[in-house]
């Protein structure tokens, strides 16, 4: 386990169709955050778990989209009917209460 | 919630100068302040990172400061090289909720 896992790491997909990505996180990080990063700017927050609970979701965040985390290890962010302007590059990051964010390789969502 | 700005958005210097990023925060309650560098088409990786009882922190070329009542906090890079040159961003948390500033990007001209 050499860090944080994301999958796809892309995602071509047409405007109205569902997508879904994995991570994985560090085994031993009980802290799970999904961020979005579009070009020029910084890690947007969406979503935060401790182990399989969700106890933070942006308001910013529409209900088309929606997080998981069943067993306290990987989560999965899925998207509903995709539009343009989710295109960006959706970032996993994992940590423990005193370790700091270990980020993913991101999955970057080309929505057309 | 936190609102974290970052300045400059963009910063050139010559090789072997040194470069000074700048964030303010907006929660008073926050109290770790990480700073991440992300080269193009990688994922940030963090550099340095600093608590709210602790006012400076260095590590080799790289250092921050930190003024809780003026709520802001510094990235300095001394000696800066070609390598250096990335984006990079600053972070503000409490608890487990941790915010980033836009970035700078930081280029080092040989």
């Known amino acids: 386990d050499t860090g944080v896992s994301q999958n796809p790491r892309h995602k071509i997909t047409k405007r109205g169709q569902n997508v879904t990505f994995r991570c994985d996180p560090i085994?031993?990080?009980?802290?799970l955050y999904w961020y979005r990063q579009t070009l020029g700017q910084g890690p947007e927050f969406l979503t935060y778990?401790?182990?399989?609970?969700?106890?933070?979701k942006s308001r910013l965040l529409s209900d088309r989209f929606s997080a998981e985390r069943p067993k306290g290890s990987f989560s999965t962010l899925e998207i509903q009917r995709t539009e343009q302007g989710d295109s960006a590059m959706y970032l996993c990051a994992s940590s423990t209460r005193t370790d700091p964010l270990y980020f993913g390789p991101g999955t970057r969502l080309t929505v057309t | 919630g936190e609102n974290v700005e970052q300045h400059p958005s963009t910063l050139s210097v010559q090789e072997g100068d040194s470069a000074v990023i700048k964030c303010t925060y907006s929660d008073s309650a926050s109290n770790y302040f990480p700073w991440y560098k992300q080269e193009l088409g990688k994922r940030p990786q963090l550099i340095i990172d600093?608590?709210?009882?602790?006012g400076e922190k260095k590590d080799q070329r790289i250092a921050v400061t930190l003024n809780k009542t003026a709520k802001h906090f510094s990235l300095h890079i001394t000696e800066t090289q070609p390598e250096d040159s990335a984006v990079y961003f600053c972070?503000?948390?409490?608890?487990?909720?941790?915010?980033f500033g836009a970035g700078t990007r930081l280029t080092v001209k040989p």
């Open positions: 600093i608590r709210s009882n602790v």
């Open positions: 972070a503000a948390s409490k608890l487990w909720s941790m915010r």
């Open positions: 778990f401790q182990n399989e609970a969700q106890l933070e």
């Open positions: 085994s031993e990080h009980n802290r």
